[in-house]
């Protein structure tokens, strides 16, 4: 592991903040020196070009910087990252920053940002996120009045350029409700969480995707609250360049397979208190993938049948599901990779999809014994 320092000393504790005698703080600096101290934590792999974008957005906020520290985790990537983020953290009159570069998971690295992190709380700010000067200020508020986990609203976007990003910040901040909802889960791409909550709960290793869904359900089981500031917005960066999907090419099978049934569970829970089999099938339908996954427990017996009996019409309608989805993939992403996704929704979707309408089917049960809540 190699680690970077803003090279800030640290005075002793009967020094920092120290007056001259008879003098007292003004107004205005008595507030700002009780605000509560902010670690800013970001994960990042090889996202030299977006993380500009979100360095940019962060260095702007309004929050004090000398109450501001930033933990930069850098799976090892292979292109500029690590050095935008040393070039742009280094005069930026942080209380400190680190930048750590470490081989880990998502869940590994935010415990490792855990684990340095000091203050009060720790923001998780994304990679791909942009938000308003204020919006730190405005979290930080927020969260006084008791909200143990509390998200910005995460606006998830397809974008052309960054400036289309940046102009679709000013369009829903414009349009944003200045209110806080209490939600059973939220995602870690812009989230405040009181430090002590984080240090107990903690990232789940094994789930590789959704651990900030898993997080979520094991901290509203501790009573911990959950909530999202609609005032306070936040857009995802993702160039149309970029296709997107649920299943990671870029992660190792291993990983992928990894604490699916752990992964299910937590993708159900998010969507209380919904989160019976009528939900999910509203969820299938909504984001259609879970659903074409589904669809494979018909198509592939089927072929199967047709090929054993060597009935080559019947084999047309799962061969046409099958290669008219190979043939998307190869398109939007290339051969290989087209046909990697292919391989992963064999291996990856069907068996994710299943599990989640094994825990929506348990819900439902549930819900008819009257046994079920957000925190189950």
Known sequence: MSSEHSGVETLPGALKARLPEGKVLAPGAAAEASLPHVTICTVTLNREKVIKEALRSMLSQTYPKDKVSVIIVDGGSSDGTVETCR???????????????????IPEARNICISRADGEYILFWDSDIIMRPDSLEKL??????????????????????FSEGWGLLETYSAEALDRVEKAPAVTMSATLIRRSVAETVKFDPDLTLYEDMDFCMRAARQGYTIA?????????LNPTSEPSSDIFTG???????????????????????????????????????????????????????SILAGNLLLTIPPAAYILG????????????????????????GLPLSLLMLYYAAKNSLRYISGRVSWKN
């Open 87 to 105: 070039r742009m953290l280094q005069d930026a009159g942080l209380a400190s920053y680190e930048i750590i570069v470490q081989k880990s998971t």
């Open 140 to 161: 930080v508020q927020a969260s006084s009045t008791g909200m143990d986990i509390l998200s910005a609203d995460v606006k998830f976007t397809r974008i052309t350029n």
């Open 228 to 236: 999202v500031h609609r005032g306070v917005v936040a857009v995802d």
């Open 251 to 305: 992660k190792p099978l291993h990983e992928l397979t990894r604490g699916l049934r752990k992964k299910a569970r937590a993708k159900i829970y998010a969507l209380s208190p919904d989160n019976g089999l009528k939900g999910f099938l509203k969820y299938a339908v909504k984001t259609r993938r879970h659903g074409f996954y589904l669809g494979y427990t018909v198509v592939l017996p089927l072929l199967a049948y």
């Open 325 to 348: 989805y190979a043939s998307y993939q190869i398109k939007s992403r290339g051969l290989r990779q087209g046909l990697k996704v292919l391989a992963l929704s064999f291996l990856v």
